[in-house]
Antibody, heavy 118, light 109 residues
Framework: EVQLVESGGGLVQPGGSLRLSCEASGFTFSTYSMNWVRQAPGKGLEWVSYSSSASDSLRYADSVKGRFTISRDNAKNSLYLQMNSLRVEDTAVYYC???????????WGKGTTVTVSS | QSALTQPASVSGSPGQSITISCTGT?????????VSWYQQHPGKAPRLMIY???NRPSGVSNRFSGSKSGNTASLTISGLQAEDEADYYC?????????FGGGTKLTVL
């Protein structure tokens, strides 16, 4: 079964850091691009970051550029999101998604919740 | 960059058809054939329903169809069923990033 499982969410104070992980199974992880997408409470979806299959192309939304870093370990079938200088407005459910040509996302994890609050 | 524009809500009765619009610009929806649609039930992860404007993934009912004209893409659901009640999001590729619409809440009356 194709599956993505996120972990690493939690409660953090403004200015703090958190590292999210996404473990993939059921497909050849190293051949797919991957994304992080977030959803603030009661709000819509927001694309956060993209990694090509070989990590040679990394992209970020303007709202997180310079604070978040996407990375992956193809040997471990894992995607990561290092989040620094967290703000209250970063509070959201963070989804790991599998990317396809045309940037559509055909597999989604269940999400991990990040809460930034003092 | 601004999100794509969707109506906040649409509604229809069982068996009817509804259409959800998604308006972008000549730099995203109007330029690329990379529009996708996602369904999200409360408390659940989104699910891909349409990709590349009008293609359905395996397992998605043929009651769901997509199209595009100019800067506006559309999702049509025919033969509405109670289980279609959900939030729907459009998405488009633009230069080096993905954009999402604000979402449309579909109510099946």
């Amino acid at each position: 079964e194709v599956q993505l499982v996120e972990s690493g969410g939690g409660l953090v104070q403004p200015g703090g850091s958190l590292r999210l992980s996404c473990e993939a199974s059921g497909f050849t992880f190293s051949t797919y691009s991957m994304n992080w997408v977030r959803q603030a409470p009661g709000k819509g979806l927001e694309w956060v970051s993209y990694s090509s299959s070989a990590s040679d192309s990394l992209r970020y939304a303007d709202s997180v550029k310079g604070r978040f870093t996407i990375s992956r370990d193809n040997a471990k079938n894992s995607l990561y999101l290092q989040m620094n200088s967290l703000r209250v407005e970063d509070t959201a459910v963070y989804y790991c998604t599998r990317g396809r040509p045309g940037w559509y996302m055909d597999v989604w994890g269940k999400g991990t919740t990040v809460t930034v609050s003092s | 960059q601004s999100a794509l524009t969707q109506p906040a809500s649409v509604s229809g009765s069982p068996g009817q058809s509804i259409t959800i619009s998604c308006t972008g610009t000549s730099s995203d929806v109007g330029y690329y054939n990379s529009v996708s649609w996602y369904q999200q039930h409360p408390g659940k992860a989104p699910r891909l329903m349409i990709y590349d404007v009008s293609n359905r993934p395996s397992g998605v009912s043929n009651r769901f169809s997509g199209s595009k004209s100019g800067n506006t893409a559309s999702l049509t659901i025919s033969g509405l069923q109670a289980e279609d009640e959900a939030d729907y999001y459009c998405s488009s590729y633009t230069t080096t990033r993905a954009l999402f619409g604000g979402g449309t809440k579909l109510t099946v009356l």
